[in-house]
């Protein structure tokens, strides 16, 4: 039996709270685990957030749900990035457990929004209510209109800017109501401007500043993917505003601990 006032909120969003107070931020994207394991692992190992990647992976869904639900009890905040702008998906990965969509690729304020109402109920969106209780609020028996703002107000859209089109297009993205963070792809947006991989080449640090601005403009955070293995410029783009930083994924973070003590024994 719940204790809590009506007015207390059940849901919590952790990385949403670090953001609101200005505090950094930091994710692991998971590409190969299938088990509720790596959730423990990115608690042990001080992660503030996941991101779990169906766009450049095979990752099912039943276990994306099952690692969400497993970051949700360790206060870890779990995000899917899903492949695509398909709203039935996105409304479908909220339904097992995530606290928010990574949306790749987005151009236009037009693609915000529509992200934006297949994560919300309404007004703001247009996402079904689902029979069954919430897996985020631990399948409690809830008032539907608690239930929504419940899940409204702790759920988060981040939208990627990778393109040039949505680099044009930021500040109109970073005003859209309901976005919470735009994700500057580094890696994608240097292809994009000419400069393949140079993540540290000044067009790339201009489209930063750029993102930055906006953001800061309309109140929204700033998330930076591409760059873990460059911390000098993680740290820098901190310095300037951002909040959100994706640190890397479990396949890289394997790859270079296993390297590594295979050299030991040279």
Do not use: W
């Not at 309901?178 to 540290?200: H, K, N, R, Y």
Request: glycine share 8%; charged share 20%; hydrophobic share 45%.
């Amino acid at each position: 039996m719940n204790n809590e006032p009506e007015s207390a909120p059940l849901l919590r969003n952790p990385a949403k709270e670090k953001l609101s107070r200005g505090e950094p931020v930091y994710s692991m994207t998971i590409r190969l685990a299938r088990t509720v394991d790596i959730a423990s692992i990115a608690h042990t190992a001080g992660f503030d957030s996941v991101y779990i990647d169906m766009e450049h992976s095979t990752f099912p869904l039943e276990a994306a749900g099952q690692i969400c639900m497993a970051c949700n009890h360790l206060g870890i905040t779990p995000l899917i990035r899903v492949p695509g702008p398909d709203p039935f998906f996105m409304a479908k990965v909220m339904d097992a457990g995530a606290m928010g969509i990574v949306v790749p690729g987005v151009q236009s304020a037009d693609e915000a929004r529509a992200a934006v109402r297949a994560v919300k109920h309404a007004p703001l969106g247009e996402r079904s209510l689902s029979a069954a209780a919430a897996p985020q609020l631990n399948y409690r028996s809830l008032p539907a209109d608690r239930t929504i703002r419940e899940l409204d107000a702790a759920s988060m859209v981040v939208t990627q800017i990778e393109s040039r089109s949505g680099l044009e297009a930021a500040d109109a993205i970073a005003a859209v109501e309901g976005v919470d963070i735009l994700f500057v792809g580094a890696s994608d947006l240097s292809v994009e401007l000419g400069v393949p991989g140079q993540v540290d080449h000044p067009e790339v640090h201009k489209a930063f500043l750029h993102v930055i601005d906006a953001c800061r403009t309309h109140g929204k955070a700033v998330g930076i993917g591409g760059l873990g293995g460059r911390p000098d410029l993680v740290r820098q783009y901190l310095e300037l505003g951002a909040g959100y930083v994706s640190t890397g994924n479990d396949i890289s973070f394997l790859s270079a601990a296993a390297a590594q003590k295979r050299q030991q024994f040279n």
